[in-house]
């Protein structure tokens, strides 16, 4: 951040503000301000790239809206939402955050989790990962059989996909399937033991969602359709 | 549960007919109808300290309180009420690890560490020598808090310690376990 005296000229519009108290009840409370910097005493992100959540208000409230654009604290600011917890004022300083991402060209946002939500868009699966649903369906029915196989108690253990009429539909994080398939099994067992009348999906399986992050609307709309 | 799938249900006004649940709540349920008879004498002797993360997601921004008391009677119930110490604040109040809003995969490492350091030094003050975190973001990053400051904890799933001391955790299902746990009670040896 710079390190010269920021001049407040007339007030200006800031997009980000009135976005956001257009969509949220109550406008948001964003201007329900009391400065008493309880968000920002509490906030792990204070202090990362010159940024905490009162200054990033206060921001906003001044209409500085290339200053915001220009520092990358929105991708630093995890939206855990404990600001609002601790506000008296209930602010909503995340859905600001949120919409700060959302003016990022789309291309200029972190590759990172740009690649993620993209790979998720690839197929069915939803997966950050890139599993296709013929990947997913092999790796839970090799790893069942071989369980089933080597641990006679969980003989008749199963681990359905698509299973019609099922009670519980299971998301599964990516990270099992993909690079600790072994991983997937103790909840497997817990579900046999119990009685649980389970299902994973060969669509939406995927139990992440980095379009969320990267807030892409669309894509985050696409991927919670799918898994509905 | 996945919050994704819960906010943009909400967010976008999707038709459906099923809930969104996370699977504590059942932990819980299943312990109190006794369909899962787990108890904590496998630490008795042993007396390995615990303490708990509550993932924003699903603590502070999905189903509050109630939620995060169903994970202490799971976790309680499973490493014994004196194994289990509380980070301070918790719950609701709890600091978020770092790990979440694509901050992993954002490429802001040091940020990422930084932000993190509040996260470590409250496990820390804990003595613990495990850190649950049925959250796959707070689980990754825990278990890189802990390498990067050095505070050698092991981070767990929930999963983990549930079939551990119901004596049905196999030799190649203990990826996270330490090595005070690794040989202790191996299904099928």
């Known amino acids: 951040m710079t390190e010269e005296v920021i001049r407040l000229g007339p007030k200006k519009k800031s997009k980000f503000l009135d976005q956001v108290m257009a969509i949220l009840p109550e406008g948001g409370n964003l201007n329900l301000c009391l ?194 | 549960m996945t919050f994704s799938v819960l906010a943009g249900l909400k967010k976008f006004n999707i038709p459906h007919q099923f809930e969104v649940k996370n699977i504590y709540e059942y932990y819980a349920k299943w312990i109190r109808e006794k369909k899962l008879n787990v108890n904590s004498d496998w630490n008795k002797d042993l007396k390995i300290k615990f303490t708990v993360q509550d993932p924003c997601q699903i603590v502070r921004k999905s189903y509050g309180d109630p939620i995060a008391e169903d994970l202490r009677f799971v976790v309680k119930t499973v490493v014994g009420e004196e194994n289990f110490i509380e980070m301070t604040p918790n719950r609701s109040n709890n600091y978020c690890c770092g790990g979440g809003g694509g901050f992993l995969q954002s490429g802001y490492k040091e940020a990422r560490l930084e932000f993190g350091r509040l996260k470590d030094h409250q496990i820390q003050s804990t003595g613990a020598n495990y850190c649950i975190a049925g959250c796959h973001n707070c689980h990754a990053q825990i278990h890189e808090l802990s390498e990067h400051y050095g505070g050698g904890y092991h981070v767990v799933h929930l999963w983990t310690l549930i079939c551990f001391a119901l004596g049905i955790l196999g030799e190649n299902e203990r990826e996270y376990l330490g090595p005070d746990l690794k040989d202790v009670a191996v299904y099928g040896a």
């Open chain 1, 35 to 228: 400065t008493c910097g309880a968000c920002s005493s509490g906030c792990p992100a204070t202090g990362l790239d010159g940024l905490d959540p009162r200054k990033f208000l206060r921001m906003a409230a001044l209409g500085m809206d290339d200053e915001i654009l220009k520092s990358d604290w929105v991708w630093m600011c995890t939206m855990c939402q404990r600001c609002i917890y601790v506000c008296p004022m209930k602010i909503d300083i995340p859905q600001l955050v949120y919409n700060a991402r959302g003016s990022w060209p789309r291309e200029a946002r972190p590759k990172g989790i740009l690649g993620s939500c993209d790979m998720a868009l690839k197929d069915e699966s939803c997966s950050a990962m890139g599993a296709s649903p013929e990947d997913f369906q092999f790796v839970v029915e090799d790893v069942l059989e071989e369980y089933r196989e080597t641990q006679p108690e969980f003989g008749d253990m199963q681990a359905p996909i698509d299973k019609e009429g099922a009670e519980f539909f299971l998301n599964q994080n990516s990270r099992e399937p993909v690079t600790e398939p072994d991983e997937m099994v103790p909840l497997w067992k817990i579900l046999h033991i119990v009685g649980a009348d389970w299902t994973y999906g060969s669509k939406g399986w995927g139990g992440e969602n980095y379009c969320m992050f990267l807030a892409d609307n669309e894509a985050w709309e696409h991927i919670t359709r799918t898994a509905a």
